[in-house]
Antibody, heavy 120, light 113 residues
Framework: EVQLVESGGGLVQPGRSLRLSCTAS????????INWFRQAPGKGLEWVGF??????????EYAASVKGKFTISRDDSKSIAYLQMNSLKTDDTAVYYC???????????WGQGTLVTVSS | DIVMTQSPDSLAVSLGERATISCKSS????????????LAWYQQKPGQPPKLLIY???TRESGVPDRFSGSGSGTDFTLTISSLQAEDVAVYFC?????????FGQGTKVEIK
């Protein structure tokens, strides 16, 4: 069974950093891209970025709203993807989801999400 | 970025009646090489991640009840719930995956009248 579990969310002050993890199981992690999305409270879904599988270079792409602030990485040996978030602002407050693939495909597998609250 | 616009923002439908949600994209989502429209529909209930209902605009995901159907092409798409059930109360999103920067509609909240 494919499972994705996000962790690392919580309350953080503006300007600080936070690193989220997406721990996968039930599939060959290294074969898939991993996407990150976020959903502000009561709002819609926003694409944050994704990281390609090593087969396709292992490179990442980002939404304009987070480029230069957020970094996505992966450790295929541990089946974990990371979302490093720096210089956080209040409008980064959201539930952050990781998904398997979702690059030029619909998204079947989502994690349950982890809430990040940026507040003083 | 491709902008996805859903209508209405919310609708209330009686049990057993039809619910119809529209989604328009700012550019076409049909990829000519495979003749597929890169459009999906999701259902989201409170406290849960989105659940895939429809992909390629009209293909029902395995396990999704057949009262859910998708149609449309180009820039105009529709999700229809043919006979609304109580468990269908949720927010529904359309999603374009034509570009690597996938974007979503703002969501349509479906309630029971």
């Amino acid at each position: 069974e494919v499972q994705l579990v996000e962790s690392g969310g919580g309350l953080v002050q503006p300007g600080r950093s936070l690193r989220l993890s997406c721990t996968a199981s039930g599939f060959t992690f290294g074969d898939y891209a991993i996407n990150w999305f976020r959903q502000a409270p009561g709002k819609g879904l926003e694409w944050v970025g994704f990281i390609r599988s090593k087969t396709f270079g292992g490179t990442a792409e980002y939404a304009a709203s987070v480029k230069g602030k957020f970094t996505i990485s992966r450790d295929d040996s541990k089946s974990i993807a990371y979302l490093q978030m720096n210089s956080l602002k209040t409008d980064d407050t959201a539930v952050y989801y990781c998904t398997r693939d979702g690059v030029l495909t619909a998204i079947t597998y989502w994690g349950q999400g982890t809430l990040v609250t940026v507040s003083s | 970025d491709i902008v996805m616009t859903q209508s209405p923002d919310s609708l209330a439908v009686s049990l057993g009646e039809r619910a119809t949600i529209s989604c328009k994209s700012s550019q076409g989502l049909l990829y000519s090489s495979n003749n597929k429209s890169y459009l999906a529909w999701y259902q989201q209930k409170p406290g849960q991640p989105p659940k895939l209902l429809i992909y390629w605009a009209s293909t029902r995901e395995s396990g999704v009840p057949d009262r859910f159907s998708g149609s449309g092409s180009g820039t105009d798409f529709t999700l229809t719930i043919s006979s609304l059930q109580a468990e269908d109360v949720a927010v529904y999103f359309c999603h374009q995956y034509y570009s690597t920067a996938g974007t979503f509609g703002q969501g349509t909240k479906v309630e029971i009248k």
